[in-house]
């Protein structure tokens, strides 16, 4: 079966510090992966996808996401945080294939906290 | 493109009382999706429809729930005899259905049951 998980429920970086968030998945092909991102009181933005080809992919908001098929992992990451970037991350796996209906499959999410 | 709409924002209902749930998608779109969040936890998938057809439940989505998309635009999702534990954020989302295709999600409607 599908699953994601996010390994850090919980994170807190100075303004101005890089930003790494993990993401691991479990599925038999290559899925199609996603990064969202969910202000509070607000719906999903996606930050990202990959679905194929180079496996690093940028996104919105200096965002930039690696797939490592033999790792099973898709990490998030930024160079610089800003304040504006505290929110909840959600990585989320696809499936892929002729009979797909394209449902998500989301991890619990990790909640980013930035100290000034 | 004015994006995914959902009506209404919040619903503070008692046990036993129903509830539905309007959610207008982008207008080209032919899949719409329903999600359910709960606090703490990442979205979980309830149905997905292509254009009017319902193909998918989830088995999260009990009797007691029901989905319709009659027309293939808006879709309707209704809560009968709710209990407190249907408290959460009810999520809609629409796509194109093509290959690699990115969910939209409009802002959630989150239902409180007392």
């Known amino acids: 079966a599908q699953s994601v998980t996010q390994p850090d429920i919980h994170i807190t970086v100075s303004e101005g510090a890089s930003l790494e968030l993990r993401c691991n998945y479990s599925?038999?092909?290559?899925?199609?992966l996603f990064w969202y991102v969910q202000s509070p009181g607000q719906g999903l933005q996606l930050l990202l996808k990959?679905?194929?080809?180079?496996?690093l992919v940028q996104g919105i908001k200096g965002f930039e996401a690696e797939f490592k098929r033999s790792q099973s992992s898709f990490n998030l990451r930024k160079p610089s945080v800003h304040w504006s970037d505290a929110a909840e991350y959600f990585c989320?796996?696809?499936?892929?294939?002729?009979?797909?209906?394209?449902?998500?499959?989301f991890g619990q999410g990790t909640t980013l906290q930035v100290k000034p | 493109d004015t994006g995914v709409s959902q009506d209404p924002r919040h619903k503070i209902t008692k046990r036993g009382q129903n509830v539905t749930f309007r959610c207008d998608p982008i207008?080209?779109?032919?899949?719409l999706y329903w999600y359910r969040q709960t606090l703490g936890q990442g979205p979980e998938f309830l149905t997905y429809?292509?254009?009017?057809?319902?193909?998918?439940k989830s088995r999260l989505l009990s009797d007691r729930f029901s989905a319709e998309r009659p027309k293939g635009s808006f879709s309707t999702l209704e809560i009968q005899r709710t209990e407190q534990g249907d408290s959460a954020m009810y999520l809609c989302?629409?796509?194109?259905?093509?290959?690699?295709?990115?969910?939209?999600f409009g802002p959630g409607t989150r239902l409180l049951v007392l």
């Open positions: 429809f292509q254009n009017e057809a319902q193909l998918e």
């Open positions: 599925y038999g092909a290559t899925p199609y």
């Open positions: 207008s080209e779109h032919n899949r």
């Open positions: 989320a796996v696809g499936a892929t294939g002729s009979s797909n209906t394209g449902k998500l499959i």
């Open positions: 989302a629409s796509s194109s259905g093509q290959p690699g295709e990115t969910q939209y």
């Open positions: 990959y679905f194929s080809g180079d496996t």
